[in-house]
């Protein structure tokens, strides 16, 4: 089953509205959990998140992870039509001490229109 | 540039072809990934390669061979696909226990016919 759920899977909104991504996870040793944002190819870092209820914040993107619900939210206010993406959710889960890999979520197709 | 280069950016390959996907990172980065890319599927994590040590195979087919020289460079050989194989091929590094996050090449979009 899935242990990285994103919702909803695709989202089409106008200019200038304001869009909150969801991502529920299920892992057994938790260490981060990262947003990244794909548009042709290479995913790109947005955020990396430890701790719960700190916002971390980089221009109009802001995200906020919940430890006891297992729950994180990607927010973007003012979108604009280059903010038309796939959105990436994963998760880092592994006892620590080496590089244990990310598990991803499907992705939030994401369409701005003008 | 993200500091992660994979070559060729595409391949088409018959189904009895030999070929290798190359993933140079210049971040100086001690750990290595190999990510497929199917449509409507996530990430799917393959192999990871940590100081040069293979530490995850995720139950890969052994049509799809790593081989990991030194902590800059990754390599994927593939030989004797199946159609089904065709995705894109993203490769990823990082520093173990930074908490930077990973780095992701541009990919290979590989089509096996």
């Known amino acids: 089953e899935d242990k990285v759920v994103q919702s909803p899977l695709s989202l089409v909104v106008h200019e200038g509205d304001t869009v909150t991504l969801n991502c529920s996870y299920e892992?057994?040793?938790?260490?981060?959990l990262l947003w990244y944002k794909q548009e042709k190819k290479a995913p790109t870092f947005l955020f990396m998140l430890t701790s719960s209820g700190i916002e971390k914040k980089s221009g109009r993107l802001s995200s906020i992870l919940d430890k006891k619900e297992l729950f994180s939210i990607l927010n973007i206010t003012a979108t604009q039509t280059g903010d038309s993406a796939i959105y990436l959710c994963?998760?880092?889960?592994?006892?620590?001490?080496?590089?244990?890999?990310?598990?991803f979520g499907k992705g939030t197709h994401l369409i701005i229109q003008p | 540039e993200t500091g992660v280069t994979q070559t060729p950016r595409h391949l088409v390959m018959g189904m009895t072809n030999k070929k290798s996907l190359k993933c140079e990172q210049h971040l100086g980065h001690n750990a290595m990934y190999w990510y497929k890319q199917s449509a409507k599927k996530p990430l799917e994590l393959m192999f990871v390669y940590n100081f040069k040590e293979q530490t995850e195979n995720n139950s890969v087919p052994s049509r799809f061979s790593p081989e990991c020289p030194n902590s800059s460079h990754l390599f994927l050989h593939l030989h004797t696909l199946q159609p089904e194989d065709s995705a894109l091929y993203l490769c990823?590094?990082?520093?173990?226990?930074?908490?930077?996050?990973?780095?992701f090449g541009s990919g290979t979009r590989l089509t096996v016919v």
């Open positions: 990823a590094s990082s520093q173990v226990d930074r908490g930077l996050g990973y780095t």
């Open positions: 892992v057994t040793n938790f260490r981060s």
């Open positions: 994963a998760v880092e889960d592994g006892p620590g001490g080496g590089a244990d890999g990310l598990t």
